[in-house]
């Protein structure tokens, strides 16, 4: 149905145009569970992009983030609700980032703020993340935001234990699973094939250099090559460049990824360049194992049972992690460790592959289960008739 027709309109915030596959993927599993009968302004880094993405099932008013305030401060005023969807947004910034640690806290306190006090706009924030905050000054800031804000979701249990700590009441903070589990597997791989036979184990691998402690990257990449490398002498090994983000940012995935294909030259490596999450989700899906950094490649592959082995950065993926019950097929890669042990945990996937899989699908059905019951709720109490 086209957006067009709804006679509501609904202000759209969140990290878009960035070209992080997760980031639109989430935009799009928010609008598809609210309802192509609304009408939706969205902020973008890139708006074409963003309103290309969501083409042709929605159509969509997209304004630049930095850019365009006018056409914001239009929006807000002549929309019914303010709604942040997903994503680690109440928190603050790691110092491999390279900005402000609070700049992300002071924006969305001065846009909340003015939506409540000025504007006197419904505020939702649905299935956020809520940390690291690190400081007293970082805490103070997500307390001022959270305290306005009309209906409010976490994702995983250490947002929740950390909006309590804040003050909020447990009545007001519903726990619910990333909201991107509330798609089936179609919804990323429509006709499904058998995966061809192959002399090689393939492996989609994701990395991402926004990791918590920016000291212990470069001995997680040695031991990451040295792991593959001990592997690759056993079992044959193929590995499939998965990048989330490809441009926007210095240390994208993709140019990640290519600067470590140079340390194993002898595994092939084969460089992809997904444009969205239904194409990161193919090579999820061609491949035998998926070994990721990035929250939403754990996720697709889950929904699509795709057996992985969690390379865990921050806390959102720990929980995640924690969530699925896959902790034996995890690396906290902050923490030190030796090649040997990163060796075993990947072959420890390689021969329970099948159960994992059985795992992952039975798991992912029922947090699907959760959220759609969830997201009626939502629009029930949120989202004005």
Not at 15 to 33: A, I, P, Y
Not at 215 to 236: C, D, R, V, Y
Not at 310 to 318: E, S
Request: aromatic share 8%; no cysteine.
């Amino acid at each position: 149905m086209d957006a067009k027709v709804g006679n509501m309109k609904i202000l759209f915030l969140g990290t878009h145009g960035q070209f992080n596959l997760g980031d639109e993927l989430l935009l799009e599993t928010f609008v598809s569970q609210l309802g192509g009968e609304h009408r939706y302004a969205v902020n973008s880094y890139d708006p074409a992009f963003t309103r290309d993405m969501l083409r042709p099932k929605f159509d969509i008013e997209a304004f630049h983030t930095t850019r365009e305030l006018p056409r914001f401060l239009k929006h807000l005023l002549t929309s019914r609700v303010v709604f942040f969807g997903g994503g680690s947004i109440i928190k603050e910034l790691y110092a491999s980032v390279g900005r402000n640690p609070y700049s992300t806290l002071l924006m969305i306190l001065a846009t909340v703020t003015f939506a409540k006090q000025i504007a006197r706009k419904k505020v939702v924030m649905s299935n956020i993340g809520v940390g690291p905050l690190m400081t007293p000054r970082g805490e103070m800031l997500a307390r001022w935001i959270l305290k306005q804000v009309d209906f409010l979701s976490v994702r995983d249990e250490k947002s929740h234990r950390t909006t309590l700590k804040l003050g909020l009441s447990p009545l007001k903070v519903n726990l619910v699973p990333d909201a991107v589990f509330a798609n089936p597997p179609e919804v990323f791989v429509p006709h499904p094939k058998p995966l061809p036979r192959s002399e090689k184990t393939r492996i989609a691998l994701n990395l991402n250099y926004d990791i918590e402690k920016p000291e212990a990257w470069e001995p997680f990449l040695e031991n990451l090559a040295g792991s593959l490398k001990q592997i690759n002498a056993e079992t044959p090994l193929e590995i499939h460049a998965l990048p989330m983000q490809s441009k926007f940012k210095a240390n994208d995935d993709l140019s990640v990824l290519k600067g470590f294909a140079e340390r194993i030259p002898e595994i092939p490596f084969i460089v992809h360049d997904p444009q969205t999450a239904q194409e990161a989700a193919e090579i999820i899906a061609g491949v035998d194992v998926v070994l990721a950094e990035r929250l939403h490649t754990l996720v697709i592959s889950s929904i699509l049972g795709k057996p992985f082995y969690g390379l865990v950065y921050d806390v959102k993926v720990q929980e995640l992690v924690d969530y699925l019950g896959m902790q034996e097929y995890s690396r906290n890669i902050n923490q030190p460790f030796i090649t040997e042990e990163l060796t075993a945990g990947i072959r420890s996937v390689f021969t329970a592959r099948e159960q994992i899989s059985a795992h992952l699908v039975d798991r992912s059905a029922n947090l699907r289960m959760k959220l759609s019951r969830y997201f009626d709720e939502l629009k029930a109490k949120a989202i004005p008739h």
